[in-house]
């Protein structure tokens, strides 16, 4: 056997901690698989005397994590977090000081994806991130290396653990989005300030890097449409599935005319389509790659162990001498994104509406709809108890989004419709 890969750990949380107990578990087969010892020289965390799963008895510690890129470690896994801060320094600092680069962190690459990716570049090491998004599912490495002989039309992923159980649990139990939180955050399924999950912004991170990997651009967080899963209610839930449908949080990336749409939302999908099927905490990823045909993977999209087990396969790669672009295309050559022109992207929508049971109602809010162009394909109306508010759903036929969101901002202001009425697209694969 040659050299070892010198590795050290900055963090020693769920993930960090996990991968240095399976390097020293499964060392001897994994040396085998990588061609070379994986030897952890050194680690950092923020607290030193913390009782860990891992022995770090006999490992070089560095109080400031950013100073392993002074140790003789060749790599620097960075598994602290946040888009800003430590983890930055962390990566920026290994990469100038020559060495590769391994991180799970979907914030920091969504930001600053770019220019870390150019740094190693410049400096002909590695930035690898399979653990960023969707934990074991090997998707990275999939969009990078593997689906790209006929160029990706799009990828639509379930990314986001925490929204899945929430909605699964919804639908299960009938229960409110606030009462299904709650438990989730007892169970430790969420977190306890649960903002960037439920509101979409973690599938957002984790959609801009999919993006960048399946159409050669910078990831972009700015052309995404985000909206998270706070106001799905439990009528939503029993509507989709008298309609064939079940709500999941989509990251949606798609090539739309000579642009590229990109949208984080609460989405129908077709109650037979493999992606309706992912349930609880999982993850999945559906891409259409063309003529080459459609591909689904699906898997455990967070937890320690499916995590840590994309880091080690990332330091494995870098074992063998695999140090591509971390995009698959230098970061020079990574196109800005053109947003899809405005009104291109169209689908079915599903429209629920909270009004007063009053003569005219219905004519009104047709009346709006007919305005912008919105096709009606079918409609129910429920809840006749006296003086309560009814609702009404209705199905459109393909409409674009912008129409949709035209005629709903003239009928939110009626004095008949009770609250802000909910739109959610119909995903058509
Ligand atoms: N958990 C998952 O399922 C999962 C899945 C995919 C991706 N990720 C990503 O993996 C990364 C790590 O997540 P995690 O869940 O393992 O986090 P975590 O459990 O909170 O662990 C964070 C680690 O970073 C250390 N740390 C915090 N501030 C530090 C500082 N200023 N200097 C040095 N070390 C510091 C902590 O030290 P102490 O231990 O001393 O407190 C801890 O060991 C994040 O980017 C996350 O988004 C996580």
Request: hydrophobic fraction near 45%; proline fraction near 4%.
């Amino acid at each position: 056997m040659t050299e070892p890969l010198g590795i050290a750990l900055a963090g020693l949380g769920t993930v960090g901690g996990e991968v240095l107990k399976t390097l020293q578990r499964h060392g001897p087969e994994l040396s085998q698989r990588a061609g070379r010892p994986l030897e952890v020289v050194a680690v950092s965390a923020r607290n030193r005397n913390k009782t860990r799963a891992a022995d770090i008895s006999k490992l070089k510690w560095f109080a400031d994590a950013a100073e392993l890129a002074g140790s003789n470690a060749d790599v620097v896994v960075e598994l602290i977090g946040g888009e800003n801060g430590v983890a930055r320094r962390v990566a920026e600092a290994a990469l100038h000081a020559g060495k590769h680069v391994v991180t799970g962190n979907k914030a920091l690459l969504a930001k600053h994806g770019v220019r870390i990716a150019g740094l190693a570049e410049d400096k002909g090491r590695a930035l690898k991130f399979e653990a960023a998004v969707a934990g074991g599912i090997p998707i990275v490495k999939s969009l990078r290396e593997s689906l790209i002989s006929q160029g990706i039309v799009a990828v639509r992923g379930i990314l986001n653990g925490t929204c899945n159980y929430i909605l699964t649990n919804m639908e299960a139990t009938g229960r409110l989005f606030e009462e299904v939180l709650r438990d989730a955050q007892a169970l430790g399924y969420a977190e306890s300030d649960p903002a960037l999950d439920i509101g979409g912004g973690d599938t957002a991170h984790k959609l801009a890097l999919l993006s960048g990997l399946a159409f050669g651009i910078k990831p972009d967080l700015e052309h995404m449409t985000v909206e998270g899963i706070e106001r799905i209610t439990p009528d939503d839930i029993r509507f989709a599935r008298e309609f064939g449908f079940r709500i999941k949080l989509l990251g949606v990336a798609r090539r739309v005319g000579s642009g590229i749409e990109q949208r984080v939302q609460p989405a129908m999908v077709r109650a037979s389509t493999p992606l309706a099927d992912v349930d609880g905490a999982f993850n999945a990823v559906h891409v259409d790659a063309g003529a080459a045909g459609p591909y689904f993977f699906e898997g455990r999209g967070a937890g320690a162990a499916p995590t840590a087990s994309a880091v080690i396969a990332d330091l494995v790669d870098i074992a063998r001498g695999s140090i591509g672009p971390a995009f698959g295309i230098r970061a020079n050559e990574l196109r800005t994104l053109e947003p899809a022109p405005v009104g291109a992207a169209s689908s079915a929508f599903y429209l629920r509406f909270e009004v007063l049971d009053l003569p005219g109602v219905l004519a009104e809010i047709a009346g709006h709809l007919a305005q912008s162009r919105v096709s009606i394909e079918s409609m129910i109306q429920r809840g006749r108890a006296h003086g309560a508010p009814v609702s009404i759903v209705m199905i459109t036929h393909d409409t674009p989004q912008s129409a949709v969101e035209r005629a709903l901002k003239a009928i939110a202001t009626s004095d008949k419709v009770r609250a802000r009425p909910c739109m959610i697209p119909m995903e058509a694969a």
